[in-house]
T-cell receptor, first 116, second 112 residues
Framework: DAGVIQSPRHEVTEMGQEVTLRCKPI?????LFWYRQTMMRGLELLIY????????DSGMPEDRFSAKMPNASFSTLKIQPSEPRDSAVYFC??????????????FGDGTRLSIL | KQEVTQIPAALSVPEGENLVLNCSFT??????LQWFRQDPGKGLTSLLL?????REQTSGRLNASLDKSSGRSTLYIAASQPGDSATYLC???????????FGKGTRLHILP
C-alpha cells in the first residue's frame, strides 16, 4: 500500500497567489481529513470528508480556504489569495470507517507551504 | 473546549532507559485517545489507540494507559533506543463529534 500521497512536498509562493494542495487517500478509505500544523497552534483539523462529502468545515480559517473531493481518490485544498500567515505544514489523512470506528488515521508526509 | 497538555515539551535521555511521557486533558468526555509519533519532515504515525472503556494498550515496548476520570494518559517506553527519537503527540477524540484534539507533543531525543 502506497499510503496517503500528498503533493507538492514543498511550495513557496508570493502573497496573493493561489495555492492548491493535493491529496490521494489510501484506496478504500472513506474518510479524508485536512490538517494544518504550526509551531504556535500545533495540529488543527481544517475539514473532513466522508464518502467525498464535506462533513465539518468549521476549522477552515477563512473564506480564502476551500476544499473539494471530486472522487474517492483525490482531494484538493485551495487557498486564494494566499497570505504569509498561511505558512504552515498541511497534512492530509485518511481512515476506514471514521473515528467512531476506532480505526486509526493514516497521514501523508505533508506539504510545507511558505508564503512570502 | 478540550485542552490537551503534554509534559515535558522536550526530553533527552540515554539509550536503554525506561521513560514516561505525560498527557493531560481538560474534558473527560472522550471516545478514545491515540498516541502518535511524528518524525522530522514526516506525517504522523498512530502508535496506540485506547478506547474510553479501556485502561491500557500495549504494543511491543510501548504501553499507553488512560485514566479518563482524571483526564490523564501516559505513554511508557521501555528500553529506549536511538530510533525512538521523535515527537510524540497525544490526541483524545471527543464523544460529541468526530474531532481529534492534538497536544503539542513531547520532543524525545535518545542519546546513543
Amino acid at each position: 500500500d502506497a499510503g496517503v500521497i500528498q503533493s507538492p512536498r514543498h511550495e513557496v509562493t508570493e502573497m496573493g497567489q493561489e495555492v492548491t494542495l493535493r491529496c490521494k487517500p489510501i484506496s478504500g478509505h472513506d474518510y479524508l481529513f485536512w490538517y494544518r500544523q504550526t509551531m504556535m497552534r500545533g495540529l488543527e483539523l481544517l475539514i473532513y470528508f466522508n464518502n467525498n462529502v464535506p462533513i465539518d468545515d468549521s476549522g477552515m480559517p477563512e473564506d480564502r480556504f476551500s476544499a473539494k473531493m471530486p472522487n474517492a481518490s483525490f482531494s484538493t485544498l485551495k487557498i486564494q489569495p494566499s497570505e504569509p500567515r498561511d505558512s504552515a505544514v498541511y497534512f492530509c489523512a485518511s481512515s476506514l470507517g471514521g473515528v467512531f470506528s476506532n480505526q486509526p488515521q493514516h497521514f501523508g508526509d505533508g506539504t510545507r507551504l511558505s508564503i512570502l | 473546549k478540550q485542552e490537551v497538555t503534554q509534559i515535558p515539551a522536550a526530553l533527552s535521555v540515554p539509550e536503554g532507559e525506561n521513560l514516561v511521557l505525560n498527557c493531560s486533558f481538560t474534558d473527560s468526555a472522550i471516545y478514545n485517545l491515540q498516541w502518535f509519533r511524528q518524525d522530522p519532515g514526516k506525517g504522523l504515525t498512530s502508535l496506540l489507540l485506547i478506547q474510553s472503556s479501556q485502561r491500557e494498550q500495549t504494543s511491543g515496548r510501548l504501553n499507553a494507559s488512560l485514566d479518563k476520570s482524571s483526564g490523564r494518559s501516559t505513554l511508557y517506553i521501555a528500553a529506549s533506543q536511538p530510533g525512538d527519537s521523535a515527537t510524540y503527540l497525544c490526541a483524545p477524540m471527543m464523544n460529541r463529534d468526530d474531532k481529534i484534539i492534538f497536544g503539542k507533543g513531547t520532543r524525545l531525543h535518545i542519546l546513543p
